[in-house]
């Protein structure tokens, strides 16, 4: 058993570096945006790192996506932007149901240009009536003259307004179908979503009349949660990976302050209870790191068999980085408070990874519910 990365994945954390340093610059203007920054996207293309979400085929780095490398990269973006974590991420995970489902047209069409960072795509499940409850959805395909007639809004979608497509999660009589429909067709239209506590690239979209032909389907009719599934068994771990990112560029911060202020004579890192702190604190970054490797390496094998342990590292990475980011705070004093410091911003970026891809609750639910099946 080997705990280290080997060279290929070390590239790939060095070629994440690299970006992430060619966009420090712009990290604190681009995080507190809810459009695209154009110099966050230009060096996204730039890196190249984009086509670590397409297969190889279509002009992707790997035969298949590779939730390790993935994770590997959100890790180090993470920890500098969380503006373009998101942008790398959502290239994979509003295209992955195009990847696994496509027709070979789509994928021609589509994924190449994914993989260039050309178009940005998007992946629309929820609504405002449906978010952990996704089969409440009402989003609605009915058959129409010459095809396919879609209805319905969906909500808090990331990339709306930015995306070239939209990849959307619908019912029909025959179950719940994905569609992917261009952002041009007619009948489609997007509002911004109220601004969050950290701002993102987020809106309402709303399919008015949608006329497309059967081909907009992606795979069978009916066939829409197993590619939810498939969505998230790759991608669910890469939270996991932000996370531990965040809470390392959060520790980081901690050590630096702590080390050099001084208070009843001593730096704040040897007074008892910070440096208590400051062990606690990397002592859940190692585990929640080690988790999720441990999960990504899984779901390179088999993503949706080991789904169930990319929800147990999602779940404890965003706990812990809740927490580890809230001692941070705490150990700066007042300095933690600044308005748009680093460690302000990422005790903001923190909180809704809580919530996005598996409410945390949610997620404890289904790992309940497997371990009382796997226990005989
Ligand atoms: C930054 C951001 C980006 C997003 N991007 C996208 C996107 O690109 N595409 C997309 O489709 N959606 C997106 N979403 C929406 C996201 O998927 C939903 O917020 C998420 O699924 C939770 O749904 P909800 O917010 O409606 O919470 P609800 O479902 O209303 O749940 C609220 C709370 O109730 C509790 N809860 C819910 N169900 C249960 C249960 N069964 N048991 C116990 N407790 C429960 C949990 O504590 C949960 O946090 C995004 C959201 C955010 C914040």
């Given at each position: 058993?080997?705990?280290?990365?080997?060279e290929p994945?070390?590239?790939?954390?060095?070629?994440?570096?690299?970006?992430?340093?060619a966009?420090?610059?712009?990290a604190?203007e681009a995080?507190?945006?809810?459009?695209?920054?154009?110099?966050?996207?230009?060096?996204?293309r730039?890196?190249?790192?984009s086509?670590l979400?397409?297969?190889?085929?279509?002009?992707?780095?790997?035969?298949?996506?590779?939730?390790?490398?993935?994770?590997?990269?959100?890790?180090?973006?993470?920890?500098?932007?969380?503006?373009?974590?998101?942008m790398?991420?959502?290239?994979?995970?509003?295209?992955?149901?195009?990847?696994?489902?496509?027709?070979?047209?789509?994928?021609?069409?589509?994924?190449?240009?994914?993989?260039?960072?050309?178009?940005?795509?998007?992946?629309?499940?929820?609504?405002?009536?449906?978010?952990?409850?996704?089969?409440?959805?009402?989003?609605?395909?009915?058959?129409?003259?010459?095809?396919?007639?879609?209805?319905?809004?969906?909500?808090?979608?990331s990339?709306?307004?930015?995306?070239?497509?939209?990849?959307?999660?619908?019912?029909?009589?025959?179950?719940?179908?994905?569609?992917?429909?261009?952002?041009?067709?007619?009948?489609?239209?997007?509002?911004?979503?109220?601004?969050?506590?950290?701002?993102?690239?987020?809106g309402?979209?709303?399919?008015?009349?949608?006329?497309?032909?059967?081909?907009?389907?992606?795979?069978?009719?009916?066939?829409g949660?197993?590619?939810?599934l498939?969505?998230?068994?790759?991608?669910?771990?890469?939270?996991?990976?932000?996370?531990?990112?965040?809470?390392?560029?959060a520790?980081?911060?901690a050590?630096?302050?702590?080390?050099?202020?001084?208070?009843?004579?001593?730096?704040?890192?040897?007074?008892?209870?910070?440096?208590?702190?400051?062990?606690?604190?990397?002592?859940?970054?190692?585990?929640?790191?080690?988790?999720?490797y441990?999960?990504?390496?899984?779901?390179?094998?088999?993503?949706?068999?080991?789904?169930?342990?990319?929800?147990?590292?999602?779940?404890?990475?965003?706990?812990?980085?809740?927490?580890?980011?809230?001692?941070?705070?705490?150990?700066?004093?007042?300095?933690?408070?600044?308005?748009?410091?680093?460690?302000?911003?990422?005790y903001?970026?923190?909180?809704?990874?809580?919530?996005y891809?598996?409410?945390?609750?949610?997620?404890?639910?289904g790992?309940a519910?497997?371990?009382?099946?796997?226990?005989?």
């Amino acid at each position: 058993m080997n705990f280290e990365l080997d060279e290929p994945y070390l590239a790939i954390q060095r070629q994440a570096r690299d970006f992430a340093c060619a966009i420090e610059p712009l990290a604190t203007e681009a995080d507190e945006m809810s459009e695209i920054h154009p110099g966050v996207l230009t060096a996204l293309r730039e890196s190249g790192l984009s086509d670590l979400m397409v297969p190889a085929e279509y002009g992707g780095r790997t035969k298949r996506l590779d939730p390790l490398a993935i994770c590997i990269v959100r890790e180090v973006l993470m920890a500098t932007s969380a503006h373009a974590d998101s942008m790398f991420a959502l290239q994979g995970i509003g295209s992955y149901a195009i990847t696994v489902a496509g027709t070979a047209e789509q994928r021609q069409q589509w994924l190449p240009r994914v993989a260039a960072a050309e178009v940005l795509p998007a992946l629309a499940l929820t609504e405002p009536d449906a978010g952990s409850d996704l089969k409440s959805i009402t989003t609605e395909i009915t058959p129409g003259a010459d095809g396919l007639l879609l209805n319905g809004t969906k909500s808090y979608i990331s990339n709306a307004g930015a995306a070239a497509f939209y990849v959307v999660f619908a019912r029909e009589d025959s179950g719940f179908s994905m569609l992917l429909v261009p952002a041009d067709a007619a009948g489609v239209s997007v509002t911004p979503t109220p601004e969050l506590i950290a701002p993102h690239v987020l809106g309402d979209v709303r399919f008015d009349n949608v006329r497309l032909s059967p081909d907009a389907r992606l795979g069978n009719p009916g066939q829409g949660l197993n590619l939810v599934l498939a969505t998230l068994g790759v991608f669910r771990v890469s939270v996991a990976g932000a996370a531990v990112g965040l809470a390392q560029a959060a520790l980081e911060e901690a050590v630096r302050h702590t080390r050099t202020r001084v208070q009843f004579g001593r730096p704040l890192a040897r007074l008892g209870p910070v440096a208590q702190m400051l062990a606690d604190c990397w002592t859940e970054v190692e585990m929640t790191r080690l988790l999720t490797y441990r999960a990504a390496c899984l779901a390179v094998n088999d993503p949706a068999a080991s789904l169930n342990h990319s929800s147990m590292a999602k779940l404890a990475a965003s706990e812990a980085a809740s927490r580890v980011v809230d001692r941070c705070v705490q150990m700066m004093g007042r300095y933690g408070l600044v308005r748009d410091s680093k460690i302000e911003r990422l005790y903001r970026q923190a909180r809704p990874m809580r919530i996005y891809e598996g409410a945390s609750e949610v997620l404890r639910l289904g790992i309940a519910r497997q371990l009382t099946e796997e226990v005989r």
